[in-house]
């Protein structure tokens, strides 16, 4: 636990981001402050089988546990396992002081996340991120929710946990994919705010850092501040939060359009992300996109990913429900750790950068 | 609107509360900060039948508005209903500045409330409450909710309103019962806070006051300060906010064993307050019950409200799914005004001043 580091994110009330190595061998001591009475886990079904030794070491920090399993997925993020889970802790009995302690991705701490702000309005909430892009992105920030028919993340709350706790360690047993995919918004938190990320990353194969945990602690803490200090300038996303979103108009449309399963959400980022550097130079700003494009190859962004004809990609980011009006808002760059938002005004601008970042994106592949 | 006032009530962002004569005929005034492009009405059964005029003129403030019509009593307040209605909403195609209306009394305003939290992570909230218990405190301080099967109010959450609009004239359509139930949570803002309201009320047939409307106006206006001053020292209801349940740990009680509907909320309160006043005198307190004991014939409390042991009572206190571990707590009085919060450590004191509430409001029956 040398470089252990602990960050303060303030929402409604302040709480801790603890991120090291061994963080969760060493449990007991992070969580006195808390009722160990009595906890409800709510575990992805893959890391309770992958991880089963580490659940039964959280679990003895505890006089009782009872445990909910959710099937793997983002299928599972639906009203109907919100309601069983409700249910569970209900029948249960808990109180006001039972923790809820949400161990998995981002599936399982949206899910998890929103049960805990929902019943008896408001349980203790603890992350356990088990994810890469867990520990840098869902698990901090309050945002809890399920999805709908007509679209992701449409029911939920904003609610903050009492404490997050991302082990390094638990990252070992990722697939080389879902390892990769993390890198979607460390790249990103490199773009809007600390370039000292893409220097880092720079000449970099990033499936290699998989070896290297002091780096990865790093860079996953680097990213925790970053992200801490966004939301806490901003807990209910009415302004500056929205920089979060670099790359991400991009990306919901591209999932969307592929349909949710083909292509991994740090992908789409990815390729959400340079499209958004060319559409800055486009509206005046100075980006060195070559810090991000030298990782397509790392990424694994294939020739279908960029599959899309520009009319169907605006027309998907058009009928984004969450967005005001009948606008194009992005987040653009002056230069990387400049971030703006912007209404683009020339939809013939936003299909140039399209079809370029298609060209430079497949080229890269077909030499890679 | 000559005497109306707007209070100011600070959860997390202020919000103004409204009461007066004529707030609603007026709306258009008092919505111009709001977005009125389009708006999604959630509306009681009863009141969308008695109030037809009214919501036309409300629904003409917007450009563009939605019914959801909600069957009016207590068994709307479920997962089925809440999960329709934000199918509602997000088939509609609301976003974050489409304004959801809850118009009816304390069922209306937790569900819509719960509803309008939940969709987007949370669409602008405007309470109309419509009956005289929703005016002085469903409508305001936050608290959303549904029932579950193992109690109510179990699901839900914090979350404010923009705004409460508490029109005087509504309360015409209200029935007798109705009326006197919110007189239950009046009488409790008197006990706890503000013996002037016991002084007003001192004498009067609380029925007659239907037709002093200004009087009304004024008593409302009382209260709705005192629960605004409360709810703002504790929005989340960890400590100070308890002094609101003066009275509500034996109401509770009461209506799971005579099974809910079968008294209405605000007589088991007022049955409760008294039961209070003589444990709060037991516990070396000097409080003049004989100010609440006065209004049992208005309140009309019947025998057989009366007709619980005490063991039975006791054990459905204990088995309250929300307090804290296995005590019993309950918010006792130093003097009208003057309340605290008291672990009561004999059970015997409690089961006396039971059943001394039982004979002094039986006999008062029999004697009215």
Chains 1, 2 share one sequence.
Not at 279 to 299: D, Y
Not at 320 to 349: A, W
Request: net charge negative; hydrophobic share 40%.
């Amino acid at each position: 636990m040398a470089n252990k580091q602990t960050i303060k994110v303030n929402g409604s009330e302040q709480y801790n981001v603890v991120v090291g190595l061994d963080i969760l061998q060493n449990f007991k001591i992070f969580i006195r402050d808390y009722d160990t009475n009595k906890s409800i886990f709510v575990i992805d079904s893959n890391v309770n089988d992958k991880q089963s030794e580490l659940i039964q070491n959280l679990k003895a920090c505890f006089n009782e546990t009872f445990d909910y399993i959710v099937p793997a997925g983002e299928e599972s993020k639906n009203v109907n396992q919100f309601n069983q889970i409700v249910d569970f802790c209900l029948n249960e009995g808990v109180t006001r002081e039972t923790t809820l302690i949400a161990i998995g991705g981002g599936v399982v701490g949206d899910l998890a996340g929103y049960v805990a702000s929902s019943v008896l309005r408001g349980l203790p909430l603890v992350h356990i991120p088990t994810t890469l892009l867990a520990m840098v992105d869902s698990s901090i920030g309050g945002k809890t929710g399920i999805n709908h028919t007509t679209g992701k993340n449409l029911i939920g709350s904003f609610y903050q946990p009492k404490g997050v706790f991302a082990d390094i360690d638990v990252l070992d047993t990722l697939s080389d994919l879902e390892f990769i995919c993390g890198f979607g918004e460390i790249l990103k938190y490199g773009a809007i705010s600390d370039p000292v990320i893409l220097e880092i990353l720079h000449g970099k194969n990033l499936l290699d850092l998989r070896e290297n945990k002091n780096q990865m602690e790093s860079i996953i803490q680097r990213c925790v501040k970053i992200k801490g200090l966004v939301v806490t300038q901003d807990t209910k996303e009415s302004g500056h939060r929205m920089i979060l979103n670099f790359g991400h108009t991009f990306a919901h449309a591209i999932e969307k359009v592929l349909g949710y399963g083909k292509i991994a959400h740090g992908q789409a980022v990815f390729i959400g992300m340079v499209t958004a550097c060319y559409l800055s130079e486009e509206m005046g700003g100075n980006v060195n996109e070559a810090l991000l494009l030298e990782h397509a190859s790392s990424m694994q962004i294939l020739p279908e990913h960029l599959n899309i004809d520009a009319e169907t990609l605006i027309e998907a980011m058009q009928s984004d429900k969450k967005k005001k009006k009948n606008e194009l808002r992005f987040v653009l760059l002056k230069q990387f750790g400049k971030p703006f938002v912007s209404i683009v005004p020339d939809i013939k601008t936003v299909i140039q950068c399209w079809e370029k970042t298609r060209l430079i994106l497949t080229d890269a592949y077909s030499h890679s």
